[in-house]
C-alpha cells in the first residue's frame, strides 16, 4: 500500500504535472483534483502546485482561494491532513488563512527565475522530516509575488514557535521579511514556500540537484508509516 | 445607413471605396473586381485588403522563398513542410516536433510589453494548429544602442512581455539572443519561436473539409482590437458620424491563452477535430478563408454569432479584428456538443458560428444577408505577386573594401588584457542573465539546457530520454557585408550550437527582418540572404520547415541591417548524453577544434574596439560545419568531452571567458606555435569549437580528430581561477565576473 | 446603472516597492516635489439596480472578503457621481 | 502636504484581462447584480508646496508621460479632500 497524494488543478495551474511526476518518483501515487470538484477522492494528502492560476489576477491565489476544493482542503487541512503549498499554491494557503501572512510583487518588481540556497529551518513538519533542522538545500525559485510579508506580532509568533520552516540563504531575492522562504501552521501539517521542490527531482533537469525529492519521501513515510 | 450586401454591391457598381486608405494599390483593387465581377463589399474589400497585404500575402517575398522548397535536401525527417502554420519533424520513436520563428517588430515598438507579449502569444498558438503542445520558447531579441534612452523604453518593456506571458503560460524559455546596435534604434526586433511535441497521428491540419461539418470559434471574445484599417472603412465609408476610435494595439491575455492550449489538446486528445486554424493576423478574414481555401468544400459563416466584447463592431470591424487568443475549429456535428462540454470545463467560451458547405464559395452573412461571397481560393492563397526589382548597391564596394585588417591590433599583452576586459563587458558580450532570470527556465520540469547555453534542450520522452534541442542565430553585422554569406554563416552558427549541446541538426525555421521591399537595395540583400540560407540548407541537409518575413523594418531611408535570423533543430537520442558549456572539472584539456584564419572584418572585437564595420564576413565552408558537428554530436554520445562551446562572435576567448564564469574555474591557455596571440584570441573564423576533455579520453578524442579530418590543437587545461593567456595577460575569474556580469544591470536595472 | 468604485491601497506600513520606484524615477524624469508616492488598485463596478444601503453593505463585504486582501490592504468604497 | 490622486485605467475599448477575471469571480462567490468590473491603478502623490494650477499642470503631465501609459490608458488627476 502506498499513499495516494493528490494535486490540485485550478485554472492556469502549471506545476501540477511536474509534481505528480515528483510525487512518483517518490514513490507514492499521484491523483488529479480538479478545483470544480469538493471531492478529494480520498487521498492521504494534498499539494497546491505552482503556476498562474487564474493569471494571477486581482492577487495571487486570490480567485482559486474560493474554488470548490477549496472548501474541502480547508476542512480537511483543519482536521489535519497534510498540505502543501509551492509557490501558487503558498499564496493560496495565505489567501485562505490557513497559513498567516501575505504575498507580494517581489522588491525589484520583476519576475526572477534562480537558484535559491535555502535553509530548512524546521524538519518537524509532515512535508521536512527526511531532511535535518539546519540542513542547507538548493532549489529553483520562479515567482514575481514571492514577497512574504506579515505583522511584526506575526512574525515574532512564527519565530517562537519554529514555524518558519525555511529561510532564504545568500541572497534574499524577493524582499521577504526576516528571510522567510516558507512556513507552517503550528501543527505541522499545512506548509507553503515560494521555491519549487518538484523542479528538483532528477540529477539532470532544470538545476540538476535532487535537493527537492525530500518533501515527497518525508510525507510518503510519515503516511505510510502512520 | 445601409447594410452593403452583395446584392447592393452588384447594382452600385460605382460607389467610392477607399482601398487606398486599406492598402490596396490600384491594379489590386481592379483585381479583386474582375474576380468578384463586380465591386466587392465593404466586408469583402475589408477581407482582400488584410489578406492582401505584405504581411499575410508575402507578396513580394513569394517568389524568393520558392527557393526553400525547390532546394529542399532529400530527408525522411519532413512530415509536414512549408505552407501550414508550422513545419513538423519526425524527431524518432513516434514523436513528432513542430517549431516556429515570427516577428512582432512593429508592434513591439509602440508598445514594448504588449507587442513583445502577443508576439509569444501568437507564435504559440501557430504550434496549437499543429496538434503539438508546446513544450518550450525563445526569443531573438536585436535592440537599438544599449545606451539610447529610447532601448531603456523598449527593451525592459519587452523582456517583461515576453516573461509575463511566457511564463504565464507555463513555457520554459530556453534560449534566445540580445543584440544591441544603433540600426535597430526605430526598430527594434522581437523575434519569438516556439516548440511543440506530439505524436505523429495527432498532426492537425489548417482545413476545413466535410460538407455540414460546423466551425467553432473559440477563446476570447472579439473585440475593437488592431483594426485601424477596418474603423478607416467603417467610419468614411459607411457610417461617418462613428467615431473611428479602434485600438491599433492589441493586449494579451495569457491565462485565456493557457485555456485555450489545455481545452484544444483535450479536444484533440479525444478526436474531435476535423480541422484547425489560430486566429492571428487578419483574424476571421484570415481563419476563414485558409480553412475554407485548403478544404475541399465551401463555408457559410454567421458573422452575427461571432461573441463580441464590444457591441458597437461593425462587420467589417468584426472580420478584421486581431483580438487575440483565439481559435477556429472544424467539428462533426455530432462531436460538436462534446466539443462544447470541454470548452465550457475549462471556462473557455465557445459558439458554433457557421458550417462547411458542398459549394466552393465562402459566405459570409449578417443580420441575415449575405455580404460576402467568394472563393476563399482568391483570398487567401492566389493573391498578387510581385518581382520587385533588385539590385546590388553601389556601397556594397566600399564597404567591402574597407577591412579591419587596417584597424589597430593591440601591440602587447596589456593590451590584449585591456580589450579582453572591454569585449567581455560590451553590451553585445556581456552576460544577459539579467533578462534571462526574468523567464521561467524549469517549468514543465523537462528542461535539460537553458540559457546561457549553446542550444536549449528539452527532454520529451521521460523513458528513452529523447530530446530535441533548438538554437537560434542571426549576425546582421556579417549580413550587412554579404547577405549571402551572412545568411549561411546564421545557419552554420545555429547548426553548430545544435552539435555543440550534443544534438544531431535536423530541420530548419527562419525569421527574416529586413528593410522596405520597394528599394532595390534591400530587395536584393533578401535575395541574396534566401539564396544564401536555401543553398546552406541544401548543402547540410536541414529542410526549411516554416517561418516568417518581417519587412519595412526602415525608418526614412535607413534600413535595418539585414537580419536572416535562423532557428535548427535538432534531436538527441539521450539527454543524458547532453553536453553543457561549462569548464567544470580541473585539470581537463581544452582543445581548440577547426582552422582559425586572420578573419576580424565584421568581428565583435571591431565593434567594440574601434566601431567598425567594413571588409568580407568571415570564410563559410559548410562541408567543415558538418564535420565539426558529427565529431562534437559522436564524443557527445561516447562521454569524451564534458563541456563544449561553439566559437562565434568575440572568438576563442569569448567563449573560454563563458565557459570559466560558467563552471566556476580558470584556464591555462597557451596560444599555439607560430599563431599570433590576437588573432587566436579574436578571430572570428566560423567552423570551430572548444572542448574540455576528461585526459583519460585525450587519445580517443584526438585520434577521432585526427582519422576524420578535423584539426584540432590542444591550447590549455582548466584549473585554478584565473584565466591565464601564457606570456600575455592573466585575469582573475572575479574580475571577468564584474565585467560581464554587471553591464546589463548597470544600464537597465 | 450606476459605478461604485473600490480604491485598494496597501496598508502604511507595508512597503510599497511599486510606488518607491515611482517616486525614485519622478526627479530623474524632472519632477520635483512629490514627497510619496503609493500605488494602489482601483476597481470601477457597474452595479445593476440601484446603489442603495444594502447594495453598497454588499460591496463592501465583497471588498473585504476578496477584492482586498485586509491582511496587507485598506480599501474605500463609493459612489462614482 | 497636499495629496494628489491619479486614477489611471485602461480605455474602454482594451481588453482588461483582470477586470473580466474579477468579474466572472463574483457570482461564485454569491455577488449578484455586477455587470462589468475594470481594474485600473490608483496614485497617492504627497506634494510639497501649495497645489495650485501650475502643480497640478506638472502632475498632469507627469502622468501624462509617466505614470499612464496613454497608447492602452486614460488618466484622471484630481486633488484629494
Ligand atoms: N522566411 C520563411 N521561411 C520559410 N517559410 C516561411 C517564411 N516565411 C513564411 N513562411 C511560411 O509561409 C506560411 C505562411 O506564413 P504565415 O502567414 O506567417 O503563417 P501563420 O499565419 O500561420 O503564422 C507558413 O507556412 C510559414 O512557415
Ligand atoms: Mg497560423
Redesign the interface.
Known amino acids: 500500500m502506498t499513499a495516494r497524494i493528490g494535486v490540485i488543478t485550478f ?2 495551474t ?2 501540477d ?2 509534481t505528480q ?2 510525487v512518483r518518483l517518490a514513490g507514492a501515487e499521484a491523483v488529479p483534483l480538479w478545483h ?1 470538484d469538493k471531492d478529494l477522492k480520498q487521498v492521504d494528502a494534498v499539494v497546491l502546485p ?3 492560476s ?6 495571487a491565489g ?2 482559486s482561494r ?1 474554488s470548490p476544493v477549496m472548501d474541502t482542503v480547508i476542512e480537511q487541512a483543519k482536521a489535519g491532513m497534510p498540505v502543501l503549498g509551492i509557490c501558487n499554491g503558498f499564496q493560496v494557503l ?2 485562505t488563512h490557513l497559513l ?3 504575498m ?11 537558484d535559491q540556497k535555502l535553509r530548512v529551518e524546521n524538519a518537524g513538519t509532515a512535508w521536512t522530516a527526511d531532511y535535518t533542522a539546519g540542513q542547507e538545500i538548493n532549489i ?1 525559485l ?1 515567482n ?1 509575488d514571492g514577497r512574504y ?3 511584526e506580532r506575526t512574525l515574532d509568533e512564527l519565530e517562537a514557535e519554529g514555524r518558519v520552516a525555511f529561510r532564504y540563504l545568500d541572497v534574499n531575492p524577493n ?1 521577504s521579511l526576516r528571510d522567510i522562504a516558507g512556513i507552517t501552521n503550528a501543527a505541522g501539517n499545512v506548509v507553503g514556500l515560494m521555491p ?1 521542490p ?2 528538483a527531482v ?1 540529477p ?4 540538476g540537484r535532487t535537493d527537492g525529492l525530500g518533501f515527497f519521501t518525508s510525507i510518503l513515510k510519515k503516511l505510510v508509516n502512520a | 445607413m445601409t447594410l452593403d450586401t452583395v446584392k447592393h454591391a452588384a447594382g452600385t457598381p460605382d460607389v467610392d471605396q477607399p482601398w487606398a486608405e486599406l492598402g490596396l494599390k490600384q491594379e489590386e483593387y481592379e483585381r479583386v473586381r474582375e474576380i468578384l465581377g463586380r465591386r466587392p463589399t465593404g466586408a469583402e474589400l475589408a477581407m482582400y485588403s488584410v489578406m492582401w497585404s505584405e504581411h499575410c500575402s508575402y507578396k513580394s517575398s513569394k517568389v524568393h522563398l520558392r527557393q526553400f522548397g525547390e532546394k529542399a535536401p532529400e530527408t525522411d525527417a519532413l512530415l509536414v513542410g512549408i505552407g501550414e502554420n508550422a513545419g513538423v519533424v519526425d524527431v524518432g520513436n513516434g514523436y513528432a516536433v513542430t517549431f516556429k520563428v515570427e516577428s512582432h517588430n512593429h508592434p513591439s515598438y509602440v508598445e514594448p510589453y504588449q507587442g513583445a507579449a502577443t508576439g509569444v502569444g501568437g507564435i504559440v498558438r501557430d504550434i496549437i494548429a499543429m496538434g503539438a503542445r508546446p513544450v518550450a520558447v525563445v526569443d531573438p531579441l536585436r535592440f537599438g544602442a544599449a545606451d539610447h534612452p529610447d532601448t531603456k523604453r523598449v527593451l525592459p518593456g519587452v523582456v517583461a512581455g515576453i516573461g509575463g506571458y511566457g511564463n504565464c503560460l507555463g513555457l520554459p524559455n530556453i534560449g534566445g539572443e540580445v543584440v544591441f546596435d544603433s540600426c535597430y534604434q526605430g526598430n527594434p526586433l522581437v523575434n519569438a519561436g516556439a516548440i511543440g511535441v506530439m505524436r505523429h497521428e495527432d498532426i492537425h491540419l489548417a482545413k476545413a473539409s466535410g460538407a455540414g461539418n460546423k466551425v467553432i470559434l473559440y477563446g476570447a471574445r472579439t473585440g475593437g482590437d488592431g483594426i485601424g484599417g477596418a474603423s478607416i472603412l467603417a467610419s468614411e465609408t459607411f457610417d461617418d458620424s462613428k467615431p473611428s476610435k479602434r485600438p491599433a494595439v492589441q493586449v494579451g491575455d495569457p491565462f485565456q491563452e493557457k485555456l485555450l492550449i489545455e481545452c484544444t489538446l483535450e479536444a484533440f486528445a479525444e478526436k474531435l477535430v476535423v480541422g484547425i486554424q489560430d486566429l492571428g493576423a487578419a483574424g476571421l478574414s484570415c481563419a476563414t478563408s485558409e480553412l475554407a481555401s485548403n478544404g475541399s468544400g465551401g463555408m457559410r459563416v454567421e458573422l452575427d454569432d461571432v461573441p463580441l466584447r464590444d457591441s458597437t463592431l461593425s462587420p467589417e470591424e468584426i472580420l478584421m479584428s486581431e483580438s487575440q487568443e483565439r481559435m477556429c475549429a472544424v467539428v462533426e456535428p455530432e462531436k460538436v456538443d462534446r466539443f462544447l462540454e470541454i470548452c465550457e470545463k475549462w471556462d473557455v467560451t465557445a459558439t458554433v458560428i457557421g458550417e462547411v458547405t458542398d459549394g466552393d464559395r465562402l459566405e459570409i452573412f449578417w443580420h441575415g444577408e449575405k455580404i460576402v461571397d467568394v472563393d476563399p481560393r482568391t483570398v487567401a492563397h492566389e493573391g498578387p505577386v510581385y518581382e520587385r526589382p533588385y539590385a546590388r548597391p553601389e556601397w556594397q564596394d566600399t564597404l567591402q573594401a574597407d577591412d579591419a585588417a587596417k584597424l589597430a591590433r593591440p601591440a602587447n599583452g596589456d593590451e590584449l588584457r585591456e580589450q579582453v576586459l572591454k569585449l567581455v563587458g560590451s553590451p553585445n558580450q556581456a552576460s544577459k542573465s539579467w533578462i534571462t532570470s526574468q523567464y521561467d527556465h524549469f517549468v514543465q520540469g523537462n528542461t535539460v539546457l537553458a540559457s546561457p547555453e549553446d542550444s536549449g534542450m528539452i527532454r520529451i520522452d521521460a523513458e528513452s530520454g529523447l530530446g530535441v534541442a533548438l538554437a537560434t542565430d542571426g549576425n546582421g553585422r556579417f549580413a550587412k557585408l554579404d547577405p549571402y554569406h551572412g545568411a549561411q554563416l546564421a545557419l552554420a552558427e545555429s547548426y553548430r550550437n545544435v552539435a555543440a549541446t550534443g544534438a544531431k541538426p535536423l530541420a530548419v525555421s527562419d525569421c527574416l527582418n529586413f528593410g522596405s521591399p520597394e528599394d532595390p537595395a534591400v530587395m536584393w540583400q533578401f535575395a541574396e540572404a534566401i539564396r544564401g540560407l536555401a543553398d546552406g540548407c541544401q548543402q547540410l541537409g536541414t529542410p526549411v520547415t516554416g517561418g516568417n518575413v518581417s519587412l519595412y523594418n526602415q525608418t526614412g531611408e535607413a534600413a535595418i541591417h539585414p537580419t536572416p535570423v535562423v532557428a535548427v533543430l535538432g534531436v538527441i537520442d539521450d539527454v543524458a548524453r547532453r553536453t553543457p558549456v561549462a569548464f567544470a572539472e580541473e585539470g581537463q584539456l581544452l582543445y581548440l577544434l577547426g582552422d582559425t584564419r586572420d578573419e576580424l572584418s565584421g568581428s565583435a572585437w571591431a565593434q567594440v574596439i574601434h566601431d567598425h564595420l567594413g571588409g568580407l564576413p568571415p570564410e563559410v565552408d559548410l562541408e567543415r560545419e558538418r564535420l565539426l558537428a558529427e565529431i562534437l554530436i559522436s564524443a557527445s554520445r561516447d562521454g569524451m568531452i564534458d563541456a563544449a562551446h561553439d566559437l562565434s562572435d568575440g572568438g576563442l576567448v569569448q567563449a573560454l571567458v563563458e565557459s570559466c564564469l560558467k563552471g566556476g574555474k580558470g584556464a591555462r591557455v597557451v596560444i599555439p606555435d607560430g599563431q599570433d596571440p590576437f588573432v587566436t584570441l579574436f578571430s572570428e573564423s566560423a567552423g570551430r569549437a572548444v572542448v574540455s576533455v576528461p585526459r583519460s579520453e585525450e587519445l580517443r578524442f584526438t585520434d577521432m580528430c585526427g582519422a576524420r579530418g578535423l584539426p584540432v590543437t590542444r591550447i590549455g587545461v582548466v584549473d585554478g581561477d584565473v584565466l591565464d593567456v601564457q606570456g600575455q595577460f592573466s585575469i582573475p575569474l572575479s574580475e571577468l565576473r564584474t565585467a560581464h556580469e554587471e553591464t546589463i544591470p548597470g544600464i537597465f536595472g | 446603472m450606476a459605478r461604485v468604485v473600490v480604491d485598494v491601497m496597501l496598508k502604511p506600513e507595508i512597503l510599497d516597492p511599486q510606488g518607491q520606484a515611482v517616486q525614485r524615477a519622478l526627479p530623474r524624469l524632472g519632477f520635483e516635489g512629490i514627497s510619496d508616492v503609493r500605488q494602489g488598485k482601483r476597481f470601477e463596478l457597474e452595479v445593476e439596480g440601484p446603489v442603495d444601503e444594502p447594495a453598497l453593505a454588499r460591496i463592501r463585504e465583497m471588498a473585504e472578503t476578496f477584492l482586498a486582501n485586509t491582511v496587507i490592504e485598506d480599501f474605500v468604497v463609493r459612489v462614482d457621481s
Open positions: 485554472p492556469g502549471l506545476d504535472r511536474d511526476r515528483a470544480k505552482g503556476g498562474f487564474y493569471g494571477d489576477y486581482l492577487r486570490a480567485i474560493f495565505t489567501e498567516p501572512g501575505a507580494l510583487r517581489n522588491n525589484h518588481l520583476h519576475f526572477i527565475c534562480r529553483p520562479k514575481i510579508v506579515a505583522d524582499g519549487h518538484e523542479h532528477e539532470l533537469i532544470g538545476t
